[in-house]
């Protein structure tokens, strides 16, 4: 990538990244006591990960078919409160298997 | 002896965090970033979502839409994150003398889900206990990207593009096992994917959106419309995460 892209738009990142985290530990020592901000803050992380996992989550293989096999090993083993690391590999296990089984039969 | 500890409780994050970032090396190149432009972005921002966002966002911008790509970043990357201002306020309340401004303003770079998780579940927190618990997470972090974005151009098509699944596999792994204590966050998160698949398969918000934006967009129109229409008398469940 073109470093006058590349750079500008890093050091945007990594400055609102470190902002964000640093100053409201150096600078607040109370808690949030409005209920609806704060039921805002906790809803936020969730809503991000999940519109950004679906249906992003189905185009990230080769093959539909592959990306929705590892995608219903995710949730399986994601619903037994396995790890993220076991689920993380699971799902990658999953998608390959179907991969390599596709590429076999195709 | 603090510091050991706090090593010790940080070895389980890196191991994960190396392996989930394998799969980010692998998407970052693909994005059309080389290896030490990947490597970077995990090293100097150390968060997973954020990072998927941005990269994304960098491999959409050209030279000539570079100016409106450093506002979609700012924007995207503030929304995203907002999230560990909340950690921090929380984190704060559990800091022990040990953890004077100098030692908050380098200690406050790795606070992540996982270390944000891991430290609130200590009595207290010191600045030794926290440097202990970042080494080895922003080490997997890094070390991780890099084999990924090194390895994703040796390794077959077949093997690299099923590790780039991976991330998606952990936030999976971050939202369910949450929504099934908590009905609300469930909820959210539902209205959230519908809002997602609204903006990806309807055309004409597919080609005016862009990714980073549509998931800012689902996600707080999702996040305040549980505000607003659901009971939140679980929220704690959620900031024990």
Sequence with gaps: MNNAIYFPLLLVSVLVTYLIRAIPFVLFKKKIENKRVQAFFDYIPYAVLSAMTFPAILYSTNSIISAAVGFVIALILAYRGKSLLVVAIGTCLGAFLTSLLLTLVV | ?241
């Design chain 2, 1 to 241: 002896m603090v510091f050991n500890k706090g090593i010790k409780d940080g070895l389980a994050i890196g191991l994960g965090y190396l392996s989930v970032s394998f799969s980010f090396g692998i998407m970052a190149v693909s994005q059309g970033l080389s290896w030490w432009q990947a490597v970077m972005v995990s090293l100097f921002n150390l968060t997973s979502a954020g990072q998927v966002a941005a990269v994304g966002i960098m491999g959409s911008v050209g030279a000539a839409s570079l100016s409106g790509g450093l506002i979609e970043m700012a924007v995207s990357t503030f929304i995203i994150n907002l999230r560990y201002s909340l950690m921090g306020i929380s984190l704060s309340q559990k800091t022990d003398e040990t953890m004077t401004t100098p030692a908050r303003l380098v200690t406050g770079f790795a606070i992540t889900d996982e270390i944000f998780g891991v430290a609130s579940s200590q009595e207290k927190v010191s600045r030794n206990y926290m440097l202990g618990l970042a080494v080895l997470p922003i080490i997997g972090w890094t070390l991780g990207t890099l084999l990924g974005a090194v390895c994703g151009n040796i390794l077959p098509d077949i093997v690299t593009n099923s590790l780039a699944i991976g991330i998606y596999g952990m936030f999976v792994a971050i939202v369910l096992p949450v929504s099934r204590k908590n009905k609300s966050i469930a909820i959210v998160s539902i209205i959230s994917i519908v809002l997602s698949i609204i903006c990806y398969y309807v055309p004409l918000l597919h080609e005016h959106i862009s990714s980073g934006f549509a998931i800012i967009i689902c996600a707080v129109v999702a996040s305040l419309i549980g505000v607003f229409m659901l009971p939140n008398s679980e929220s704690e469940v959620a900031t024990n995460e």
